[in-house]
């Protein structure tokens, strides 16, 4: 009889996480709705005092030596340069890590971390994100206040949608490793008695970790790879962008207690720290020690790793760029899908790897409202945009704030860039006046009209609140436009609106020759650009703009191997 692989003395988070971690695994299995932290931060959910709590710890880290760090391996210099898009400079200090001791000391804190099984750590890996949630209210000022993001969605991105997505990636690891039984005796008939052998599988993880993070969304895009390889023994390393170190600071001192008070090495999860302009990242991708490598930012670094990492015998997984498009047909709700639109094109100033950049409409689109034509489609969208972005005091907690001069720059010049692309401009960004923070940079998303011959225009992805609506002669053009130039320069996301079966049937087939996950007829409160944990999968890893996606078990199961030992019975 087989032994699961997960076999473990007892630990008390055992049982005080079994049913959180089995009502994730059926909502995993059934890819039905689940969310395990609630993503409001009303203090009816949260606490009375959670909103204030929440804002004087973030207060209290501001100018000051970040203590939770402490014990880390370090240099005896601390660094730090990060600047909220808001304005202030925040001032946190971090110790600046001696790497190869860190390396060292992550290297021997495995084995404990190895033998105490699947089971045991996805509880305390559990345990950990509980124990994060509890810090939601400062963690959403953290992200805030390195991101740009407005309160609200730093809150919930940042907070309960990405802690749901660590869930996420601990109950889809536990699902792979226990998948592998941990002793069992094998028979092979023979004349005579059958031929027998005990053969013990042992589970062990591939090493040290790397997780570099991203300015935007610190926490919800590095969480599905640090929780990924934590769970399967790994230890972990978090490489943090030098303008967005403090969220990933607090859950790496989250971690670092948890871990000591459940009896393992806190030195299972370290965090690099570094001024801007540094090359760390690219220093760790190299170490010897380092044999997972988790990636979301700019195509450049991300190329250089699939390539000069990957090349050095890493395991490489990336979230880059790409061109996330909407295809325009018909539609019967012409107001709620302008309104769909509106929405996501607004949403952080569109800087999310999932933000529609290229909307491919045809000559004539069919409505409820009567037929329009690609020009008047064009500006009864970019009317929407400024309706919903109207109100300044309103559009700030949309919009957030810029987050750096790139994506400033091009929102800043708009009939400059129309006019270097061949494009017009059908919808210019403006400036928008934040009420509390006088020194943001907020723009509303702008729209340039290009036509479909001018590829190089809307071809290279264009990050921030700018998007393109390409003009095709007919539906037919725009699915071959959006299933060819996905697949050479890559999309996360990409949507259509059509009331013709036949047209959605077609749209289905070229996501699925380009690669990626669509969305059919979006009016209501479901938008492009956001996912679900548990049922969404994240990218797909099956076009240029990411090799993997979160989570499934391809993320997961690779970052450990199995160790078979047999002999004769």
Known sequence: MAETATTHEAHPLLETHRELLEEATRALRERSYYSRYPESPSPRVYGENAPQDGQLAHESALNSDFAGLADQPGTGRSVGSEKSPYGPTLGVRYPELDVDAAMTTARAAI?????????????????????????????????????????????????????????????????????????????????????????????????????????????????????????????VVIKPHPRAVLPLAITAQVARETLAEAGFDPALVQVAAEDDGGTLAKDLALHP????????????????????????????????????????????????????????????????????????????????????????????????????????????????????????????????????????????????AHPSYPDAVVRTPALIGVDAAAEAAYTQECFGPVAFVVHTTDTAQSLERFARTVAEHGGMTAAVYSTDEQVLEDARDAAAEAGVALSENLTGTIFVNQTAAFSDLHGTGANPAANAAYSDAAFVANRFRVITSRRHV
């Not at 045991?120 to 400062?138: D, K």
């Not at 206040?145 to 919930?156: A, K, R």
């Not at 699902?175 to 031929?195: L, M, N």
């Open 111 to 235: 084995p404990a971390w190895r033998d105490a099984g699947a089971e045991v750590r996805a509880a305390v890996s559990a345990e950990i994100v509980e124990r994060i949630n509890a810090r939601s209210h400062e963690m959403a000022h953290a992200v805030m206040h390195t991101s740009g993001q407005p309160f609200v969605m730093s809150f919930q991105a940042g907070g309960p949608h990405a802690q749901d997505r660590a869930l996420e990636a601990i109950v889809v690891a536990l699902e792979e490793q226990r998948r592998v039984p941990a002793s069992v005796t094998w028979e092979k008939p023979a004349k005579g008695d059958p031929i027998r052998m005990q053969k013990d599988y042992r589970l062990v993880p591939r090493g040290v970790a790397l997780v570099i993070g991203c300015n935007t969304f610190p926490t919800w895009n590095a969480y599905p790879g640090i929780f990924a390889s934590l769970a399967t023994g790994n230890a």
């Open 289 to 432: 020690a380092v044999k997972i490598i988790d990636y979301t930012g700019g195509p450049g670094f991300g190329h250089w790793l699939e390539t000069e990492a990957a090349g050095a015998g890493k395991l490489v997984y990336t979230e880059k760029a790409g061109l996330n498009t909407v295809v325009v047909d018909s539609t019967d709700d012409l107001r709620g899908m302008l309104g769909n639109l509106a929405f996501s094109f607004s949403l952080y100033s569109g800087q999310m790897c999932t933000a529609p950049q290229n909307v491919y409409v045809p000559a004539t689109v069919v409505t409820d409202e009567g037929d329009l034509s690609a020009e008047d489609f064009a500006d009864r969208l970019g009317q929407a945009i400024s309706r919903f972005t109207a109100d300044d005091a309103k559009a700030v907690e949309i919009l957030g704030a810029t987050v750096n001069d790139d994506v400033r720059s091009r929102a800043t010049d708009v009939p400059a860039l129309a006019q270097r692309l061949g494009g017009r401009v059908v919808l210019d960004s403006r400036p928008v």
